[in-house]
């Protein structure tokens, strides 16, 4: 019996449904349901296109329009504001000012001429590739089994081998008019062909029916993948394994300690943030025999290509001899030479007018027996980057075993990643967040004033890490905050701040999820209330632990990671009216927030030098989402001032010399000053946010 390809891919166009939709809205459909699957095109990856019969809003009268997905979109998430909309009349007509390939690149600022409906979605690169294929329907797709086929040394041969008469072959062009052109010469003279695979690139497909070319396809993908089960079924994978997995584990306490190192060293232009990955198709590249030839060769895809730039970094960890403590010692020179090779790839490479040097640093470091990490801009771009390698894995395991892999040549990679083209688009990016690349742990993060800064955070584009000892709240926490700002930049963690062991493994376990630590929240909290006399040793040492040692411990972990990253920090330390200003009935509880006061003062001289700047917040009667102005602490502070718990607010708003609520955003706004650029030259410092306490004055 054949032997096929496993978890095969499935059809799911729903006639019934798409039997309502317009044109365009069975081109959104399709474009969906072909993203949703990463076998068949990867994030941001590859296009579709159809060609509609629309009203002109000028004439009245109709005229066939080019949808096509617009510059920078990605099929699986689009909608229908994705798309650029041209006329095909106009996209014709550049046809004959097309002068040839030096004019390549001034071709694309012709584009906007031929928009249709004042559609201000930009048109991409691949617009003419689709524009000039004489069909209705075009899906451009990037699957891995595929570009495993285009980027082998005998990919014509093997596309005919598979595919025969049905798919064609192009060799190697940059996208862009001239490879337009190219396509439809392609199909005038090959009327019966259903598609054509082009060399080191993708797939092209097309028909006349929306739902035909989706079926097409999945048929000539499944194809390539059922040929590739059969012929690589007894082929080790790069060559066999040479190095065995380390436990789960003890793979992340590897990665805890390079993440840190790693990320201060790339992080001179901009804050970056990691991604650390694990994954079997990883660890079967990471342990094998060729995988320092083939990483070497780089990718093949331009779309890889430009996520992973032009190699990895291999790290020179052996997992069977744990060396760590001599790789953290070399990975300066690691690195440094990574930047070296770059700048001269620049140097061999570069034209008179190519844009200035980028940054020199690799993005993907690879870890035998560990697995793979990636540094980029923000963490949804380290995540992407690390799947779009794991793309390049997936060709150069196709690839290495029906033939020889060929990477990307060089000078195309550099006229790829330097093409003046994605600089234009570059500079068109907005500012970054004042947060953008920052990484933030918040204890006491399910509390209110915890849930409110982490909020303030994320909106100005920090990961947040939520700690707290109360899981159900913070599960819940998480995933409120995570539906608003994205799963990539929002974990927890269940901590005790009291728990070295489970403080240390926090910081860890930040340090996988992101790459370190830039900002510390110490909020985590208790309350408590009694005259002296009622005071036991146990409340005391609670007040401590929680209050004073846990505030240390946190402290010092953060400080660890810091002086390690190198880049600076900031610690904020949510203390209290109460650590400057006597309260009755709370002696344990104020000397403790004293304690803490006190305790930053030290750690800002300790961490000047090394720019980690440590700084106070003092709230006075937030009550609002506070878990310690709840139950008995409530009671507690009710009875002391003689009132009950709903006069309890009022009373304080009274007192106040503004007369005016405190609530966990003014908090959060003061933890946002210290932690942002704002404060850049204040450590040692501390804001009231008690609304005016003259007990409370800083003297």
Not at 331 to 346: G, T, V
Not at 595 to 609: K, M, N, S, V
Request: aromatic residues 8%; hydrophobic residues 45%; contains cysteine.
């Amino acid at each position: 019996m054949l032997k096929t390809a496993t978890n095969r891919l499935v059809n799911q166009w729903d006639a019934a449904k798409a039997s309502a939709m317009t044109e365009a809205e069975k081109l959104l459909y399709r474009s969906n349901l072909l993203g949703s699957d990463k076998r068949i095109t990867n994030y941001g990856g590859g296009n579709t296109s159809a060609k509609v019969i629309e009203i002109d809003p000028l004439s009245g009268e109709q005229a066939e329009v080019l949808w096509v997905k617009g510059s920078g979109g990605d099929v699986g998430s689009i909608k229908m504001d994705g798309f650029a909309t041209l006329y095909m009349d106009k996209l014709r007509a550049l046809k004959g000012i097309y002068k040839g390939v030096q004019m390549e690149d001034e071709m694309v600022g012709l584009l906007p001429h031929c928009t249709f409906n004042l559609n201000a979605r930009a048109a991409s690169i691949d617009t003419p590739l689709h524009a000039y294929v004489p069909r209705k329907h075009v899906d451009h797709m990037h699957p891995d089994a595929i570009i495993a086929i285009a980027a082998s040394a005998n990919s014509k041969e093997l596309t005919q081998e598979i595919f025969g008469k049905d798919i064609g072959w192009l060799p190697w062009k940059r996208p862009g008019f001239e490879l337009g052109l190219w396509l439809e010469k392609f199909c005038l003279e090959n009327p019966d062909a259903k598609g054509v695979v082009l060399e080191s690139h993708g797939l092209f497909t097309w028909d006349d029916d929306a739902e035909a070319c989706y079926a097409l396809t999945l048929d000539i993908i499944q194809k390539a993948m059922d040929w590739f089960a059969v012929k690589t079924a007894d082929v080790p994978a790069f060559g066999g394994a040479v190095h065995a997995s380390l436990a789960g584990d003890a793979r992340r306490a590897i990665a805890a300690r390079l993440m840190p190192a790693i990320r201060g060293m790339v992080s001179g232009q901009q804050h970056m943030v990691g991604n650390f990955d694990d994954s079997d198709a990883v660890l079967e590249f990471v342990n094998a025999r060729d995988m320092q030839p083939l990483a070497a060769l780089g990718t093949s895809c331009p779309d890889h290509f430009l996520r992973t730039k032009i190699c990895p970094l291999v790290v020179a960890f052996d997992p069977a001899a744990n060396n760590i403590d001599a790789v953290m010692e070399g990975l300066p020179a690691q690195i440094e030479s990574y930047r070296k090779d770059y700048a001269a790839y620049y140097d061999r490479c570069k034209h008179a007018d190519s844009p200035a040097l980028r940054d020199p640093n690799a993005v993907v470091y690879l870890v035998p027996g560990v697995g793979m990490i990636t540094f980029a801009k923000d963490r949804a771009t380290a995540r992407i980057s690390g799947e779009f390698y794991i793309n390049a894995i997936n060709v150069m395991r196709g690839a290495s075993a029906v033939s020889t892999y060929c990477g990307l040549p060089e000078q195309e990679a550099f006229d790829i990643e330097y093409w003046l083209l994605e600089q234009a688009k570059l500079s068109r990016m907005p500012k970054p967040k004042s947060l953008a690349g920052r990484v933030a742990l918040v204890t006491g993060g399910a509390g209110g004033i915890g849930r409110a800064t982490a909020e303030r955070y994320l909106r100005e584009g920090a990961c947040v890490m939520l700690a707290d000892i109360d899981a159900e709240a913070l599960t819940r926490t998480e995933s409120e905050l995570s539906a608003g700002f994205g799963r990539d930049v929002l974990r927890s963690v269940v901590m005790n701040v009291t728990d070295e062991a489970a403080v240390i493994a926090a910081f860890a376990h930040t340090a996988v999820e992101f790459g370190g630590v830039d900002i510390l929240v110490s909020n985590a909290g208790i309350a408590s209330s009694a005259p002296i006399e009622d005071t036991t040793l146990a409340l005391w040492n609670k007040n401590m632990d929680i209050l004073s040692t846990g505030y240390f411990l946190v402290s010092r972990e953060a400080f660890k990671t810091m002086r390690v990253q190198n880049i600076g920090g900031s610690i904020v330390f949510i203390a209290s009216k109460n650590g400057l200003a006597a309260s009755p009935n709370a002696s344990a509880y104020c000397t403790a927030k004293a304690a803490e006061i006190h305790l930053a003062r030290c750690l800002a001289l300790e961490g000047a030098e090394a720019g980690i700047r440590v700084n106070v917040v003092n709230p006075d009667a937030v009550l609002r989402g506070s878990k310690i102005w709840s139950g008995e602490w409530l009671n507690q502070r009710a009875s002391t001032y003689q009132t009950d718990k709903g006069g309890l607010e009022e009373m304080y708003r009274q007192r106040s010399m503004l007369k005016r609520s405190v609530y966990p955003e003014d908090i959060a706004e003061a933890a946002y000053f210290f932690a942002s650029d704002l404060s850049a030259k204040s450590t040692g410092n501390i804001v009231n946010v008690d609304a005016g306490n003259v007990q409370a004055f800083t003297r």
